[in-house]
């Protein structure tokens, strides 16, 4: 394992510090960099498209467009005949097909072309319009479309956005600097284009500029790539000069947290990266329910853990039978979540703690053994409690006892027993 190869080895990476201080910081931090999904965990996805997609319609029956269908439907109709120039592949090309010929179903849907070549499609088969015409008026339709887009943002926030973001903005770092604030998503939205969310964000990546969707990791290693570039962002790095793919890997940690609503693509995402996770759930809990029902016989093979993980990530709310499948989903959270915000406020109550938690612990000189011990010691003489007083509309994941619990066999850190992975340092378990 990476961590343990560093520290057997002794050595440092470039000088600055020494790997043990690295490891330390990673185990026990304060807060440094917030990201944050956006698509129905800062705002109402539906109800954003749903404006957007008026306003389209307004514009092009002001400009007198005839419209046989509805322009959503035409996209849908472009993607079904042409689904490869639409989708990346993981190297961010656009060619999307196997060895036979069949269109791939990973990597994002580049959402952007797609409604302006629909536009323009429009524009040319029921028209009249030549294609230079109709290129050029689907990029102003579509710059009316996105302009709508985001200005419905604010009326479709979940409860109290913009008071969370102020008071994660006036958190200090240990240094001074307050802590960054970015967006990672897998839409098209910029939340520097929303008019009072632009002061609060650093940094934006989407799915469209990687060329892969989220969990891939390639998304979040590109938010990291890009807070490294910025000159006013990087201090974070203390001041390193390149950050090669094992450098990034080594350096990200428990001092970065993502914020989002979907297990997979942000709670899974986010663990490749060893970030610590926050599950939003405010906005996704009055969706239509699902109902998974694993405990009836189906005459179908068992699925693995990664088969399981897409059929139940696919539900808005699962209710499942009591049973072996109910015991993994368990695990699987306690494995990837490190905490949940039922109400989005709740996010700030449970950043505020971790942060002032690492402020408030010194162990720069403590070596990576002394780190173990130190955290085996405290379990030992600590009664773990069956209930833990948090703010109202915070979960956090918690073992009842020690009976439970175990020690990550890289980093140490305490994890519940049953724990595939570890949520501190997201190695696997033997």
């Not at 319009?129 to 109709?134: L, V």
Request: aromatic share 8%; proline share 3%; charged share 25%.
């Amino acid at each position: 394992m990476k961590w343990e190869r560093i520290f057997n080895s002794g050595s440092t990476m470039d000088g600055s510090e020494t790997d043990a201080e690295i490891l330390s910081k990673s185990l026990m931090s304060e807060v440094k960099v917030v990201s944050f999904d956006l698509d129905n965990t800062l705002w109402k996805t539906s109800n954003v498209i749903s404006f957007a997609n008026s306003a389209l319609n307004d514009y092009l029956n002001s400009r007198n467009i005839n419209q046989p269908l509805p322009i959503s439907k035409v996209m849908g109709d472009i993607f079904k005949s042409h689904p490869e120039k639409y989708r990346a592949t993981d190297e961010g090309t656009i060619n999307n097909t196997d060895d036979n010929g069949e269109i791939k179903k990973s990597g994002p849907v580049f959402l952007t072309q797609l409604r302006k070549d629909a536009i323009a499609e429009v524009c040319t088969n029921y028209n009249g319009f030549n294609h230079e015409e109709a290129v050029s008026f689907a990029s102003d339709a579509f710059a009316v479309w996105t302009r709508a887009r985001h200005s419905s943002i604010p009326d479709n926030y979940a409860d109290s956005v913009v008071e969370c973001l102020e008071k994660i903005r006036r958190l200090r770092t240990s240094d001074g600097h307050p802590i960054i604030v970015g967006a990672i998503t897998d839409g098209n939205s910029n939340p520097k284009n929303v008019q009072g969310l632009e002061h609060f964000f650093d940094f934006c990546v989407n799915a469209e500029q990687v060329g892969v969707g989220k969990p891939n990791r390639k998304v979040y290693e590109s938010a990291v790539r890009q807070v490294f570039k910025s000159p006013y962002l990087r201090h974070i790095f203390n001041e390193r000069e390149e950050l090669d793919e094992d450098t990034l890997e080594e350096l990200v940690g428990r001092w970065w947290v993502h914020v989002g609503d979907d297990f997979l693509k942000d709670m899974v995402g986010a663990k490749a990266l060893r970030m610590r996770s926050i599950w939003s759930k405010e906005l996704v809990l009055n969706q239509k329910e699902g109902q998974l029902d694993v405990g009836k016989e189906s005459g179908k093979k068992d699925k693995d853990v990664g088969e399981f993980v897409k059929e139940i990530t696919s539900l808005k709310k699962i209710e499942m039978t009591i049973g072996s499948d109910d015991y993994l989903l368990d695990s699987l959270e306690r494995d990837f979540v490190d905490a949940t915000a039922m109400k989005f406020l709740g996010v700030y109550d449970i950043i505020s703690e971790w942060h002032n938690e690492g402020l408030g612990t010194s162990l720069g000189e403590l070596s990576y053994g002394q780190i173990v011990q130190k955290d085996a010691l405290a379990a030992a003489d600590r009664e773990i409690p069956t209930s833990v007083n948090l703010p109202v509309g915070v979960k956090e994941n918690t073992a009842a006892s020690d009976a439970q619990l175990k020690f990550c066999v890289i980093c140490g850190s305490k994890i519940p027993l049953i724990a595939r992975f570890c949520s501190s340092c997201g190695e696997k378990q033997s």
